[in-house]
């Protein structure tokens, strides 16, 4: 089964309304990263997050590393806030290199 | 900060061609990786290296080769293009091994 799962896989707001997004991971992991894309645009990082609550602006990100979890929330949606956010994870191995990748949450904002 | 370039942007080759896509990195990062994503796919991991002079393979590596030339590049071959390889292919690097990753911006490959 896959390693990362990402909740919803798609989201549709009206400007304005919060966001919830949720990355679950089936394995111990050493720490995560959000990515934001836009689409046929590259990945931009929104937070390295080893544990723990993280805020930048609207964006409030929150790991439990014991429980294998991490959520994305977005506060107040803006139409720029559209686009794939993909978590992915650094897997608990000594020397390893290897982020693992959700399938991402497609988010649309709308007027 | 720093930037990683990726050539060429765009890239058409023939089924069977051997083509090669190149990677830059000025943010002195000692880590570098390729990965391929497909349309609405998450992305897999081709090859990483961890230093000057490593290479590891990813889940994905079979047809492909990569070469670390030095500390700020790192290039990946396809070896022989296939139409279901059809996939933007990013660069990404790292201070070292479980630190932030940043990507380039990518490659878009398509083989007719």
């Known amino acids: 089964g896959q390693q990362v799962q990402q909740s919803p896989t798609s989201l549709v707001l009206q400007e304005g309304e919060n966001a919830e997004l949720q990355c679950n991971f089936s394995?111990?992991?050493?720490?995560m990263q959000w990515f934001y894309q836009r689409p046929g645009g590259s990945l931009v990082s929104v937070f390295y997050?080893?544990?723990g609550t993280k805020q930048s602006g609207r964006l409030t990100s929150t790991t439990v590393i014991k429980e294998r979890r991490s959520s994305l929330h977005i506060s107040s949606s803006q139409i720029t806030d559209s686009g794939t956010y993909l978590c992915?994870?650094?897997?608990?191995?000594?020397?390893?290199?290897?982020?693992?990748f959700g399938e991402g949450t497609k988010l649309t904002v709308s007027s | 900060g720093g930037i990683i370039t990726q050539t060429p942007k765009f890239l058409i080759g023939q089924e069977g061609q051997k083509l090669t896509l190149k990677c830059q990195q000025n943010?002195?990062?000692?880590?570098m990786y390729w990965y391929r994503q497909d349309s609405g796919k998450g992305l897999r991991l081709i090859y990483y290296s961890i230093t000057e002079n490593d290479l590891q393979k990813g889940d994905l590596s079979e047809g492909y080769d990569a070469s670390r030339e030095k500390k700020s590049s790192f290039s990946l071959t396809v070896t022989s293009a296939q139409k279901n390889e059809m996939a933007v292919f990013l660069c990404a690097s790292s201070i070292g091994v479980n630190t932030e990753v940043f990507f380039g911006k990518g490659t878009r490959l398509t083989v007719v």
């Open positions: 997050n080893p544990s």
């Open positions: 992915a994870m650094d897997q608990n191995q000594g020397g390893s290199a290897k982020l693992i």
């Open positions: 394995t111990s992991l050493n720490s």
């Open positions: 943010f002195n990062h000692d880590t």
